[in-house]
DNA sequence: TTGTAAGCGTTATCAT
DNA sequence: ATGATAACGCTTACAA
């Protein structure tokens, strides 16, 4: 590997000269600099970012951690970071942790090991209080949230308005003239299904409906959770179902197929996160849409913004539900 | 952030002590490594892996390059690769080319500047000789090639056999009674297009049906790429469609219903990759998987073992054809 | 078994 | 404008 020792010798200066020289300080003829970059250029030299993190203690990667990296949206939150990230000279490292705390443990300690400059994270479902994640970054790396958050972490946190999200959700369901409306409701240590919660019994409470603990489903969150929750809201009398996720939706609507009832006209299923296969499928899912690019983008500039040293603070991102075939019933 | 110098003066002894006890070094008492991971827990230690990777020479980091992270082939391939390197001590970071070369380009530095000790790559579309990667990257990282690989690049190569898969996806749709088929080839360029072609070449011959290059239907691998083609395959008379993508299998299928055809009484579509939509569309579609699990697995492995100082060697995974309702003409 | 000392490649602080 | 020198945190001969 070539290093500026190499390039240094090659034009009899000094390595400091050539480090000035690629690092762009102005206290450098401009002869100098130029000769030096057609030198490296020559000897196809690589600048070791290691070295130069040690060194400077500035590192210019950030680690992005998702739980999952082929839904559509992290896999998009991801691809419109990474543009941002990219414009300010960071690159992104991307880890997933498929929803185990171990493998977040695991991740973080990667990236704080490999002295990240910067961690965005949403957690995963395993990890129901997030203590560990200040514990191990600690002052290591700016931590910004996206997503799933704990409120009791400081620091930066952009997230979606999931209670006004699961409010339009399940007030969609009453116009289309669903009675019965039950939820798959996720796991309540994460604020993003916590909430969801929250907005359908707000919608519930504000049509005059009586909420019922019974029809609330809790930990449906898999094809086969939603499934079998979808099984049971049949039995409980749902004639619809609001699903905190688009996989946990897909699950219910076999269900309420195999009960050999038709969707939309017996029962109505909203789901969450615009996947792909909820516009691609027949009848298509009406999904409540997280605007993924949008979060990344704001996440990555909440990054920016911290390390500029400004006030941290909480970005809320509208949800936007849409309409589609499985709750077409009156139209 | 603690260093080893911190516990070594907290215990009263030298850094190499501690460094040894901390790396299982046997020329430690017992004790004495007993205390220094005892303090080094307490004082809340962490490697800085870069500081040791600068200093040994060696990465314990692995970078994978795919096109896009969530398509269901690449993200599997990941996880997979992912629970074999852990295992053997290496982190992997991620990193997707969106098909550009020029992001493929930047990718690579990035991990030659991080010095990586391997790279797992399937190149993106845009990049159609790879002399790049050899250059870029040289001798400082082992390069394993996956499903996209350059012939004249050295080193080890997990590929499917494409040319087997395009001949069984023929067969079965001559199988199926179609008679005018016709295929979405991609970008001859990639092997794994060009080898799907042949295969499909060969299923034809093989049933004395003279290869018709009209019905070739180049550069279609996106959904509207595919919508476009598909309509073209339906003016030049095709009955059936071979399509080297699950995207452009997904637009072929639209521009077949856009046109009042059925599928797949009147029409037959194969497509590629098994993307988690084919399944659960209707009708669903029959598409050639990949194994990704499979290749993920065995690539993480010809990484470990090229390390190890192995002979390179090039492994082919077979692809699998799953039959769907959109080539059921005859069942 | 432990300590000493040098060095990985870079950058920052001096001095010239 | 450039050079000399030290230091970032760690590993590793070599010495004791």
């Given at each position: 590997?070539?290093?500026?020792?190499?390039?240094?010798?090659?034009?009899?200066?000094?390595?400091?000269?050539?480090?000035?020289?690629?690092?762009?300080?102005?206290?450098?003829?401009?002869?100098?600099?130029?000769?030096?970059?057609?030198?490296?250029?020559?000897?196809?030299?690589?600048?070791?970012?290691?070295?130069?993190?040690?060194?400077?203690?500035?590192?210019?990667?950030?680690?992005?951690?998702?739980?999952?990296?082929n839904?559509?949206?992290?896999?998009n939150?991801?691809?419109?970071?990474?543009?941002?990230?990219?414009?300010?000279?960071?690159?992104?490292?991307?880890?997933?942790?498929?929803?185990?705390?171990?493998?977040?443990?695991?991740?973080?300690?990667?990236?704080?090991?490999?002295?990240?400059?910067?961690?965005?994270?949403?957690?995963?479902?395993?990890?129901?209080?997030?203590?560990?994640?200040?514990?191990?970054?600690?002052?290591?790396?700016?931590?910004?949230?996206?997503?799933?958050v704990?409120?009791?972490?400081?620091?930066?946190?952009?997230?979606?308005d999931?209670?006004?999200?699961?409010?339009?959700?399940?007030?969609?369901?009453?116009?289309?003239?669903?009675?019965?409306?039950?939820?798959?409701?996720?796991?309540?240590?994460?604020?993003?299904?916590a909430?969801?919660?929250?907005?359908?019994?707000?919608a519930?409470?504000?049509a005059?409906?009586?909420?019922?603990?019974?029809?609330?489903?809790?930990?449906?969150?898999?094809?086969?959770?939603?499934y079998?929750?979808?099984?049971?809201?049949?039995?409980?009398?749902?004639?619809?179902?609001?699903?905190?996720?688009?996989?946990?939706?897909?699950?219910?609507?076999?269900?309420?197929?195999d009960?050999?009832?038709?969707?939309?006209?017996?029962?109505?299923?909203?789901?969450?996160?615009?996947?792909?296969?909820?516009?691609?499928?027949?009848?298509?899912?009406?999904?409540?849409?997280?605007?993924?690019?949008?979060?990344?983008?704001?996440?990555?500039?909440?990054?920016?913004?911290?390390?500029?040293?400004?006030?941290?603070?909480?970005?809320?991102?509208?949800?936007?539900?849409l309409?589609?075939?499985?709750?077409g019933?009156?139209?």
């Amino acid at each position: 590997m070539v290093t500026i020792q190499d390039i240094a010798k090659a034009l009899g200066v000094t390595p400091s000269t050539v480090s000035r020289s690629l690092s762009g300080s102005p206290r450098v003829k401009a002869s100098t600099r130029e000769a030096v970059l057609r030198k490296a250029e020559e000897l196809g030299y690589v600048r070791n970012a290691m070295a130069s993190t040690l060194r400077s203690g500035k590192a210019n990667v950030v680690g992005v951690v998702v739980p999952r990296i082929n839904r559509e949206f992290f896999s998009n939150v991801i691809s419109s970071a990474e543009s941002v990230l990219n414009e300010y000279g960071y690159s992104v490292l991307i880890c997933q942790t498929h929803e185990r705390l171990e493998d977040e443990i695991r991740v973080l300690k990667t990236l704080v090991c490999n002295r990240v400059g910067g961690i965005m994270i949403s957690h995963a479902i395993g990890d129901t209080d997030g203590s560990h994640i200040s514990e191990i970054v600690g002052k290591s790396a700016v931590i910004v949230q996206f997503d799933r958050v704990f409120d009791n972490l400081p620091g930066p946190k952009v997230i979606n308005d999931n209670v006004g999200g699961g409010y339009e959700a399940t007030r969609h369901l009453l116009s289309r003239g669903y009675h019965q409306i039950g939820i798959l409701a996720g796991v309540v240590s994460s604020n993003i299904y916590a909430d969801r919660l929250a907005g359908y019994r707000k919608a519930l409470e504000e049509a005059g409906i009586v909420f019922n603990p019974d029809l609330v489903f809790y930990d449906a969150i898999q094809r086969n959770s939603g499934y079998q929750a979808g099984m049971k809201a049949i039995q409980a009398g749902c004639d619809a179902l609001y699903c905190t996720g688009d996989y946990s939706a897909l699950g219910a609507l076999e269900a309420v197929r195999d009960s050999g009832l038709s969707i939309p006209g017996d029962f109505g299923i909203v789901g969450t996160a615009d996947e792909k296969f909820t516009s691609i499928m027949s009848p298509s899912v009406t999904s409540l849409s997280q605007h993924p690019r949008d979060m990344g983008r704001l996440a990555a500039e909440a990054f920016i913004a911290a390390v500029a040293g400004e006030e941290t603070s909480e970005v809320v991102v509208p949800m936007e539900l849409l309409i589609r075939e499985s709750t077409g019933k009156n139209t």
